[in-house]
């Protein structure tokens, strides 16, 4: 197991638009399962990630119905990793930018995130051993 | 002592008239009202960032106008005197027809090759 | 010496701004900076031979590491004895690791 650090990742994609918001997850997962603290900072569209609305849907052009579609959204992934951190007695601290979250009406987000603003992007900068922006395009 | 950064800006007009600002230029605003140390790089297409007398106005749906559209040439420069550097890469300008005498004032072109030594002087360098 | 990180998403035949970024990675070698270019998603498909992977053989030769993420090849169907000679597949966990020990990090 590594020596635990804190790193801070900025995302900034929506889901379902470009494979950054996967590959930002897969390296939040990666970070937790390697024994690491995590800060998101959640900035445009990325701050529907966590919505909390999000629904799963069936595909009529597969033929499978909700169940066997069984299609997790976005927000069951930012579950999965808050909940391998915790089994792991690590921390994710995910902030969603507030007026990012206003203007797009995704004020529900699972728990485990919290309002915040620029401010708490540089307070995790400081803070952290290292941090990794992830534009958007 | 306090982390500094280089935000490199590369992607431009992205959603600017939705919402009313270069994001990433009102984050570096925001970031600096917060007392972060940082400073720009404009490269790529961002370098038409500091063309001067950029107009996006105009836009209208229906009855309903945008009353303040974006005016990023000057809030790159408004970056200035808050002790924001802002270089910007000659060779991006070259290479879309752009001469400094197109520029608003106060940004410092920086060839290319310069640029390993440039990203050497932060201990974070984002690119956008 | 500082080291880097550059997490390159894009491919060159979509963006032309992939070449600059190798051109820095370039520069920063030649300045005696040690450079890491990790190819994720799209990224990859440049990783692949194809009729303009010199550059790519060039980067490596000069000292840059260049490593393929190993999801990204597989999701593409990118076979390793298919990939530009210089190029490594490895998993994602690098970069984590790589961050970790305080690579400056930037993503294209």
């Known amino acids: 197991m590594a020596e635990r650090k804190t790193l801070t990742f900025a995302i900034m994609d929506a889901p379902y638009e470009s494979a950054r918001s996967t590959t930002a997850l897969r390296l939040i997962d990666l970070a937790v399962r390697r024994g690491h603290n995590v800060n998101v900072f959640a900035y445009e569209g990325a701050v529907s990630v966590p919505f909390a609305k999000q629904t799963p849907h069936p595909n009529a052009v597969h033929g499978r119905d909700v169940a066997e579609e069984d299609h997790p959204n976005p927000k069951d992934w930012v579950q999965g990793v808050m909940e391998e951190a915790a089994r792991r007695g690590g921390k994710v601290d995910w902030v969603q930018c507030g007026l990012c979250v206003d203007e797009r009406g995704v004020v529900e987000s699972i728990p485990g995130t919290r309002r915040g603003s620029p401010a708490d992007f540089w307070k995790f900068v400081q803070e952290s051993d290292n941090t990794l922006v992830i534009p958007t395009r | ?128 | 010496m500082s080291r880097y990180l550059f997490i390159e998403s894009l491919d060159p035949f979509e963006s032309n701004d992939v070449q600059q970024l190798w051109e820095l990675a370039a520069g920063l070698v030649r300045d005696g900076q040690q450079v890491t270019l990790f190819l994720v998603q799209n990224g990859v498909l440049g990783a692949r031979q194809h009729p303009r992977s010199e550059r790519l053989i060039e980067l490596a030769a000069l000292g840059v590491e260049i490593l393929a993420d190993e999801f990204s090849l597989r999701e593409r169907g990118i076979r390793v004895e298919r990939l530009v000679r210089g190029v490594k597949p490895a998993p994602l966990d690098v970069v984590v690791d790589l961050l970790a020990e305080g690579h400056k990090a930037l993503w294209h």
């Open chain 2, 1 to 128: 002592m306090a982390k500094k950064a280089l935000s490199i800006i590369a992607t431009a007009y992205r959603a600017t008239l939705e919402e009313q600002d270069d994001t990433i230029v009102w984050l570096t605003h925001a970031l600096k009202g917060a007392g972060a140390e940082l400073d720009v790089l404009l490269r790529g297409n961002a370098v038409n960032y500091a063309v001067k007398g950029q107009d996006a106005s105009g836009l209208a749906f229906g009855e309903r106008r945008q009353t303040r559209p974006p005016r990023i040439d000057e809030d790159v420069a408004k970056l200035i005197p808050k002790g924001v550097k802002v270089f910007i890469v000659e060779d991006d300008l070259r290479e879309r027809g752009l001469e400094r005498g197109d520029l608003i004032a106060g940004v410092e072109p920086i060839g290319r090759g310069q640029l390993p030594r440039l990203l050497g002087q932060y201990e974070q360098v984002w690119h956008w």
